[in-house]
Nanobody
């Protein structure tokens, strides 16, 4: 399985941005997909995941929406009302539904939110 994230950029506080993650190599529908992010000087943190249901970090609930298009084998993250605290490298990740740990990671895409 390979993942490629794209769609990051430099935006202002309050703006929106949509990230995409292209999946290849296996049956997309069998994989739990997620987004993580890493701010400068901080550990990588969970943002959202999707399979049968969606799960969000408290810090992004109500602002971010994770979705997937199984036909296009693509994962999305719609980010609204962006805040400077959302700045970081965003990674898409995947694991087969039969396992519990995030085993596959994309290369990351930079999101910078200016105040």
């Amino acid at each position: 399985v390979q993942l490629q994230a794209f769609g990051g950029g430099l935006v202002q506080a309050g703006d929106s941005l949509r990230l995409s993650c292209a999946f290849s190599g296996q049956t997309f529908g069998n994989y739990v997909m997620g987004w993580f992010r890493q701010a400068p000087g901080k550990d990588r943190e969970f943002v959202a995941s999707i399979f049968w249901r969606t799960v969000y970090a408290d810090s992004v609930k109500g602002r971010f929406t994770i979705s997937r298009d199984n036909a296009k084998k693509t994962l999305y993250l719609q980010m609204n009302s962006l805040e400077p605290e959302d700045t970081g490298i965003y990674y898409c990740a995947a694991h087969h539904r039969a396992v519990d740990d995030w085993r596959v990671w994309g290369q990351g895409t930079q999101v910078t939110v200016s105040s």
